[in-house]
């Protein structure tokens, strides 16, 4: 007997138990389904935050002063008051072959207030450089001058979030709003972002020369700034671009060869690793889920073919009476339960890919089906029905004829 | 000339209990080619034993048996199957068809173990079988559809699907009324004049009447063997 006949026989038994066979997929069919379903969402999600970070800007690179923790206490990223505009300047002048563009960045989280209304808001200076590291254009007017950033003037752009609220369908060039009771004049209004991934309102923000918001809203008499962005000509030369802004800043700090730099260099290849290590992390747990599902699948697949065994026990002494030898019950067991877990598995990923896609339309979320991961899954269910049905169907083929047939 | 079976010294010895019971307790016998047999005896009497061993669903404590010239007697349950499945026909009381599966399916099925016929082939041989028991046009028909006595024929047209020497019936004709039964052992006789041997289990004389042949056993002995015809 080949094994297309014990297939076929396979086959036969369960198209004659439908819904028993359909029960005895069931869990199957929900583990793999769950797992495709909230793969496909995790994936569609992290895949859309890589995308975000990649929208921060071109080829970016952030310069934070020391993250200073004394004693394990950190002060936090930011806080220190090593870096300055002037440092921002030197890598501008000296490292041109490699950074396109400099922006020193000032942050102060402060009350705008335009007439009646005010609204609070992150007011950032930075230089006139921003834009084209943050890819990030005026909509309406203008961007502040380099005339006007020298000038410490006191002017601002503002995101659309901070506009829609100040001033509603009005026009907002030309008007002057109070940063911290110091009047500033509107110059432009930045094209709308969006949130990033995060969450976070990109479009609430103000922009401002970091020379006029260094000294009229934070009244530092240090010169110290918060970060500084800064633009690559390209990734390539990331790991040079950051050699020599090391080598440069540590110059400019004088710092001994003993003495740790007082600074930190960031890239979003970096936060890009991070997301990559918690989505690797998520998928190794999704994993773990998805195999106690199917470990569960598999015992109930397990439970209905011992059921089935005992309950067609005739059939197994009447096909052993007329030649069938013991292997090939074995077989046809064995075969009855791939067939039912790989059925099952194969409904399981139809329904997980259909719930998925329905899920990300009615939350409008992004789904991304990993077909390697449906592949897998499916292959998995095959050896779950392999390895749950072995024990029945040896169970089944160990019985004696005689007492087969004499079963009541 | 050697016989189709030849047992000697058959003993069956079921030890379950306190004392070992001998179920078979040396028989020894020849069946010719041919014979239409009847096995008689009370319950208990070792009848059923020894139909399971002829049939090569059991094996023996200790003795021989030459099926075909052949010793089967300390053989694998592979071996055993395989045997049961070129050799021997079955038809049990009661009927043991698959259910939910065609009667033309049924017949079909020990030819799906041998692999002998290619499909046309073997779907041909399974109606010409069951012209031949007189259910032509009853191949779509599930057991369920059947009458006992149709049943039977298509489990006879089955035991008759790999063309064994020799047909094994456990009581046949219990199941059945007594129209049903006339008609299952008429074609039986035909079977056996057709020169398929017949070794068949009963405990009702009238149907025992059909046979050539009589076994009486009695306490896992046989006490009487007669010649009727």
Same mark, same amino acid.
Request: aromatic fraction near 6%; glycine fraction near 10%.
């Given at each position: 007997?080949?094994?297309?006949?014990?297939?076929k026989?396979?086959l036969?038994?369960?198209?004659?138990?439908?819904t028993?066979?359909?029960?005895t997929?069931?869990?199957?069919?929900?583990?793999i389904a769950?797992?495709?379903?909230?793969l496909?969402i995790?994936?569609?999600?992290?895949?859309?935050m890589?995308k975000?970070?990649?929208?921060m800007g071109n080829?970016?690179v952030m310069?934070?002063?020391?993250?200073?923790s004394?004693?394990?206490?950190?002060?936090?990223?930011?806080?220190?008051?090593?870096?300055?505009?002037? &440092?921002?300047?030197?890598?501008?002048r000296?490292?041109?072959?490699l950074?396109?563009?400099?922006?020193?960045?000032?942050?102060?989280?402060?009350?705008?207030?335009?007439q009646?209304k005010n609204?609070q808001?992150r007011v950032?200076g930075?230089?006139?450089?921003?834009?084209?590291i943050?890819?990030?254009?005026?909509?309406?007017g203008?961007f502040?001058?380099?005339?006007e950033e020298?000038?410490?003037?006191r002017v601002?752009v503002?995101?659309?979030t901070?506009?829609n609220n100040l001033?509603g369908? &009005?026009?907002?060039?030309?008007r002057?709003?109070?940063l911290?009771d110091?009047?500033?004049?509107v110059?432009?209004?930045?094209?709308?972002?969006?949130?990033?991934g995060w969450?976070?309102?990109?479009?609430?923000t103000?922009?401002?020369?970091?020379t006029?918001?260094?000294?009229?809203? /934070?009244?530092?008499?240090?010169k110290?700034i918060?970060m500084?962005?800064?633009s690559?000509? %390209?990734m390539?030369?990331?790991?040079?671009a950051?050699?020599?802004?090391?080598? #440069?800043?540590? /110059?400019?700090?004088?710092?001994?060869?003993?003495q740790?730099?007082?600074?930190?260099t960031?890239d979003?290849?970096?936060?890009?690793?991070?997301?990559?290590?918690?989505?690797s992390l998520?998928?190794?747990l999704?994993t773990?889920v998805?195999?106690?599902?199917l470990l569960?699948?598999?015992i109930?697949?397990?439970?209905?073919?011992?059921?089935s065994?005992?309950?067609?026990?005739k059939?197994i002494g009447?096909?052993?009476a007329?030649?069938?030898?013991p292997?090939?019950i074995l077989?046809?067991?064995?075969?009855?339960?791939?067939?039912? %877990?790989t059925?099952?598995g194969?409904?399981?990923v139809?329904?997980?890919?259909?719930?998925?896609?329905l899920?990300?339309e009615l939350q409008?979320?992004?789904?991304?089906i990993?077909w390697s991961?449906?592949?897998?899954?499916? #292959?998995?269910s095959s050896?779950?029905?392999?390895?749950?049905?072995f024990?029945?169907?040896?169970?089944?083929?160990k019985?004696n004829?005689?007492d087969?047939l004499?079963?009541? | 000339?050697s016989h189709?079976?030849?047992?000697?010294?058959?003993?069956?010895i079921y030890s379950?209990?306190?004392e070992? =019971?001998?179920?078979?307790?040396?028989?020894?016998l020849e $069946?010719?080619?041919?014979?239409?047999?009847?096995?008689?005896?009370?319950s208990g009497?070792?009848?059923?034993?020894?139909?399971n061993?002829l049939g090569c669903?059991?094996?023996?404590?200790?003795?021989s048996?030459?099926?075909d010239?052949?010793?089967?007697a300390? @053989?694998s349950?592979?071996?055993?199957a395989?045997?049961?499945?070129?050799?021997l026909?079955f =038809?049990f009381q009661n009927?043991?068809?698959?259910? @939910?599966?065609s009667?033309?399916?049924n017949v079909?099925?020990?030819? $799906?173990?041998?692999? @002998?016929?290619?499909h046309?082939k073997?779907?041909?041989?399974a109606?010409e079988l069951?012209?031949?028991?007189?259910l032509?046009? @009853?191949?779509?028909?599930?057991p369920?559809?059947l009458?006992?006595?149709?049943?039977?024929?298509?489990?006879?047209?089955?035991?008759l699907?790999?063309?064994?020497?020799v047909?094994?019936?456990?009581?046949?004709?219990?199941?059945?009324?007594?129209?049903?039964?006339?008609?299952i052992?008429?074609?039986f006789?035909?079977?056996?004049r057709?020169?398929?041997t $017949?070794?068949?289990?009963?405990?009702e004389?009238d149907?025992?009447?059909?046979?050539?042949?009589?076994? =009486?056993?009695r306490d896992?002995?046989?006490?009487?063997?007669?010649k009727?015809?």
């Amino acid at each position: 007997m080949n094994l297309i006949m014990i297939f076929k026989v396979a086959l036969l038994a369960i198209a004659r138990n439908k819904t028993r066979s359909l029960l005895t997929c069931l869990g199957i069919i929900v583990g793999i389904a769950a797992v495709i379903a909230v793969l496909a969402i995790g994936k569609g999600a992290s895949t859309m935050m890589v995308k975000e970070i990649s929208s921060m800007g071109n080829n970016l690179v952030m310069v934070f002063p020391e993250r200073r923790s004394r004693d394990a206490v950190s002060v936090g990223m930011g806080q220190g008051q090593t870096m300055t505009a002037g &440092d921002a300047q030197a890598i501008k002048r000296e490292l041109s072959h490699l950074v396109s563009a400099v922006s020193p960045t000032v942050n102060v989280t402060c009350q705008i207030i335009y007439q009646g209304k005010n609204w609070q808001s992150r007011v950032s200076g930075v230089s006139t450089d921003m834009p084209s590291i943050r890819n990030w254009n005026v909509g309406e007017g203008r961007f502040f001058s380099e005339d006007e950033e020298r000038g410490y003037q006191r002017v601002c752009v503002i995101g659309t979030t901070v506009k829609n609220n100040l001033f509603g369908e &009005d026009d907002a060039i030309g008007r002057t709003i109070r940063l911290r009771d110091m009047p500033f004049k509107v110059v432009g209004v930045l094209e709308s972002k969006g949130a990033n991934g995060w969450g976070q309102d990109q479009d609430d923000t103000v922009m401002a020369p970091y020379t006029t918001v260094g000294r009229v809203l /934070q009244r530092s008499t240090f010169k110290s700034i918060n970060m500084m962005n800064l633009s690559l000509h %390209s990734m390539d030369d990331l790991a040079e671009a950051k050699r020599e802004i090391t080598a #440069l800043l540590r /110059q400019r700090h004088r710092l001994a060869d003993y003495q740790d730099d007082d600074f930190e260099t960031r890239d979003t290849t970096e936060i890009m690793n991070t997301i990559g290590s918690v989505s690797s992390l998520m998928t190794i747990l999704l994993t773990a889920v998805a195999a106690i599902s199917l470990l569960v699948g598999g015992i109930g697949i397990m439970n209905i073919m011992l059921v089935s065994v005992t309950e067609r026990i005739k059939e197994i002494g009447l096909r052993m009476a007329i030649g069938a030898t013991p292997v090939n019950i074995l077989g046809q067991f064995i075969l009855e339960a791939i067939v039912l %877990s790989t059925v099952g598995g194969a409904i399981g990923v139809a329904v997980g890919v259909g719930g998925a896609r329905l899920i990300g339309e009615l939350q409008n979320w992004p789904i991304l089906i990993e077909w390697s991961s449906a592949l897998g899954a499916f #292959l998995f269910s095959s050896f779950v029905g392999l390895f749950f049905g072995f024990y029945p169907a040896y169970r089944a083929s160990k019985l004696n004829p005689i007492d087969c047939l004499r079963y009541e | 000339m050697s016989h189709l079976i030849e047992i000697r010294d058959l003993k069956k010895i079921y030890s379950a209990g306190e004392e070992p =019971v001998a179920a078979l307790d040396g028989v020894s016998l020849e $069946i010719d080619n041919g014979e239409f047999v009847a096995i008689m005896g009370a319950s208990g009497s070792g009848k059923s034993t020894m139909l399971n061993i002829l049939g090569c669903l059991d094996v023996p404590t200790s003795g021989s048996y030459l099926l075909d010239g052949v010793e089967v007697a300390r @053989r694998s349950r592979k071996e055993l199957a395989i045997i049961r499945n070129q050799k021997l026909g079955f =038809v049990f009381q009661n009927f043991n068809l698959l259910p @939910r599966t065609s009667a033309i399916e049924n017949v079909e099925l020990p030819d $799906i173990y041998l692999g @002998r016929l290619s499909h046309a082939k073997r779907r041909r041989r399974a109606l010409e079988l069951l012209k031949r028991v007189g259910l032509s046009g @009853r191949g779509t028909h599930t057991p369920a559809e059947l009458s006992g006595g149709q049943q039977q024929r298509v489990a006879i047209a089955r035991a008759l699907m790999n063309e064994p020497p020799v047909l094994f019936a456990d009581e046949p004709t219990g199941n059945l009324d007594t129209k049903s039964s006339i008609e299952i052992m008429n074609l039986f006789t035909e079977l056996s004049r057709e020169g398929i041997t $017949i070794v068949m289990v009963t405990h009702e004389d009238d149907i025992a009447a059909y046979a050539t042949r009589h076994l =009486v056993m009695r306490d896992g002995k046989l006490i009487k063997d007669d010649k009727v015809r």
